[in-house]
Nanobody
Framework: QVQLVESGGGLVQAGESLRLSCAAS????????MAWFRQAPGKEREFVAA????????DYADSVKGRFTISKDNAKSTLYLQMNGLKPEDTAIYYC?????????????????WGQGTQVTVSS
């Protein structure tokens, strides 16, 4: 059974950094592409970043490009999201997701497994 558990969220001021982690169990990490999505209050869930199974390819939403970096350590079955230069508009619940394919995708419907989410709040 695949389980994804996020951690690392919190309250920070604008301009500061956070690193989110997502510990995966129940699957071979290198065979699964993974991603981060987020959902702000009153808004739909949106794509943030995705990475291929092996970790050689990544894609980002325009709103986070240049500020966020996605990475994965397949030996530890852990996905990361380094978030720098945080802005109040980054405030949301951040979810990690994995899909039964090594090819990354940016749409939430392409992902099979989801974590419970971790709250990120950025104050101005």
């Amino acid at each position: 059974q695949v389980q994804l558990v996020e951690s690392g969220g919190g309250l920070v001021q604008a301009g500061e950094s956070l690193r989110l982690s997502c510990a995966a169990s129940g699957h071979t990490s290198s065979n699964y592409a993974m991603a981060w999505f987020r959902q702000a209050p009153g808004k739909e869930r949106e794509f943030v970043a995705a990475i291929s199974g092996i970790g050689g390819s990544a894609d980002y939403a325009d709103s986070v490009k240049g500020r966020f970096t996605i990475s994965k350590d397949n030996a530890k079955s852990t996905l990361y999201l380094q978030m720098n230069g945080l802005k109040p508009e980054d405030t949301a619940i951040y979810y990690c997701a994995s899909r039964i394919s090594a090819i990354l995708r940016t749409r939430s419907l392409n992902y099979n497994y989801w974590g419970q989410g971790t709250q990120v709040t950025v104050s101005s």
